[in-house]
């Protein structure tokens, strides 16, 4: 056969698979259906759409080029710019975009039924996110790596720049107040968890000083040693209750914002071999070892899924876990996994330095994404095969559950579930932890992660198990908290420093300080607001986070637009308008609806204004226990919808700005860019280049 | 190459800790006396705290 051939036949199959897999979701309702024709689904649509589409935009559309010489080889100065080996470079891309995202949203959008969130999380990745994530790693390639900041500012305007700056920021400050929400509300009232992930601190601490002191560079073996040591933390966590730790480690939301705040600060001005780069070994490896088991733990149980395909909180929008309808609610809760925003900012970030083919950009930028997507489908399928009414006992906020056993079996069986105090109980006892009310997803992905890996690999452990992904998650979030602090912190710094020179200086501490500190408090406050809002935290800031991200998309794909007419490109414009049209459809529909709905249950000032009616007459209205609590659910809506109204008007202006060169552009058949005329390249083809002597790495 | 050392080899080269053979190697073929490992790695530990890199959510 010749390879041709072969290759027909590869691909007819590949696609059979796809198509049978497709088929039987669509057609199955009412009976059981095995979790892995998701799990084929998906694998099948990724090969084909990494196989057939990427190719199309990297020949076609893009045209890269491997002749040119990227930035890594013209600029190579063995730290920041340096060719790397493409396969190193996608784990590197990989780890940094794959965060708790993808974990975190599908488990929340599961109440809308295992369907919903597959077909998103699916067509979103193939068609948006990695065409954006690939399209972006590209332009900032051709532009000596510049940043999405950058390449706003000098491709669109000064306008469009500025708004883009002022929501960069913005939205990474919601999007590490939500996602240290998530650690916090997993946390809470847990021993067992803060005394495993209090443990990873000290860890970290060591394996720096181990690096830095007594062995230099032995990255694998500090690393191994670490590993071995979250273990015992993870297993020592089941004895806290006989060591007479419990008490002490039992420790409110309140309590816990404190300490994450006061992490935050520190971790972000100690030295970073001391904290970061050690607990991001461990977060990077620990990341991808249990997506790998994960993976082979679902093949293994074969688990059936729970919910149904469609469920009615699609349709009337009167979910718990989150208000709204299918559109556009599901599109902007699940971001991450589908389409993300923030990735932009990696793909214009390090990435692009680093890159030492065009050609690469296809595997790192598209296929890194794809990997990100079967992560958030393995996180949707570990939400839709526990107990239904489990799920929803679990995700409720406290203000409907009551926060007891009694209050969320009434709730869950008044949403038509069928569920038991015994139920309920047993599920608790078996990981050892309370479960009602245990809101941000992260303790409901680690249910799910329990039943599969029980399932699987057999053994009484289902309590380690739900500890080891709550870990897992907390790790990574804490990483990402340190990393996001610091990195606010550096444009802070960097923006005074336009007026106030030495403030840039990133070595003088007052201004080092100084700026961790306003970036701490930004997003602490954003914290505290979830922690405390009697109408829960997810519940209020989850559709903030998850707009603020598609936003930053809908940022990113303009520019995307904006460079296809600047160069001429406008037969293939389509390529990154079709997403953004779809971005912007979503985002303002679902802005809008955030601010000007009259349905209290969405709309933030409707919100704020039915407390604030009841207030004024004397009236205290559920969940609220008092008059302090009905204050402070008029101040935090009237926060939340002030920042959504800001975010969407900044990507008005920003599109607005865009729009104007779209005309021009348009209008002359091509503009003037920035990107850097053709040098030829020496490397050889595969890009491979002898290494500098000393280099970023990381 | 086992499967096993293909992974031992790509987890050196993930975590940078290859970067140090590649530098005496360097070192060596130009006949240039290198610098210790600790001052090695200090140096790239230097180059990280300047230019660290958001991790998405």
Redesign the interface.
Known sequence: MTPKARSIVVWTLVAVVGAVCWAVLALSRGEDVSALWILFAALSSYLIAYRFYSRFLARTVLRLDDTRATPAERLDDG??FEVT?K??LF??HFA??????PLVGPVLAAQMGYLPGTLWIIVGVIFAGAVQDMVVLFLSLRRDGKSLGQMVREEIGVVGGTAALIAVFAI?II?LA??SLVVVNALAESPWGVFSIGLTIPIALFMGCY??FVR?????EV?GIGVVLLLLAIVGGGYVETWGLADSLTLSKETLTVCLVVYGFVASIL???LL??PR??LSTFMKIGVILLLAVGLVLATPVLQNDAVTSFATEGNGPVFAGKLFPFLFITI??GAL?G??A??AS??TPKMVGKESHVRMIGYGGMLMESFVAISALIAASVIDQGLYFAMNAPAGMTGGTVEGAVEFVNGLGFTLSPDQLNAAAAAVEEELVSRTGGAPTLALGISTIFSDAFGGNLAAFWYHFAIMFEAL?IL??VD??T??GR?MVQDTVGNVWKRYAD?TWKPAAWSASAVVVACWGYMLYVGVTDPLGGINQLFPL?GIA?QLLAAIALTLCVTLFLKHGWTKWVWVPAVPLAWDLVTTMTASYQKVFSSDPTIGYFAQADRYREARDVGEVLAPAADASQMATVITNSTVNGVLQASFAVLVIVIVANAAVIWVRALRAGSLPTTEVPHVPSQLPPDGAQ??E?????? | MSALAAV?R????????S??D??VE??EREGTEPMT??A??????A???????????
Do not use: K
């Not at chain 1, 940094?96 to 995202?101: F, H, K, L």
């Open positions: 730290a920041d080996d396969r190193v784990g590197h940094a975009i794959a965060g708790a995202g990474m999007i939500v996602l690096l830095r230099p560079g032995r990255v694998l690393t030295p970073v071999w970061l780069t991001d070994y971001a991450c993300s923030f990735h900012l990696i970030g390090t990574f990483t990402a990393a996001g610091r990195v550096f990133t986070f991200n002898e290494r002597p000393v280099g970023a790495g990381r | 031992r790509y987890l050196r080269d993930f975590t940078g800790e970067r140090w590649a530098y360097r070192c490992r600790r090695f790695e200090r140096h790239r530990d180059h990280r705290e300047r230019s660290t890199q958001g991790r998405c959510c």
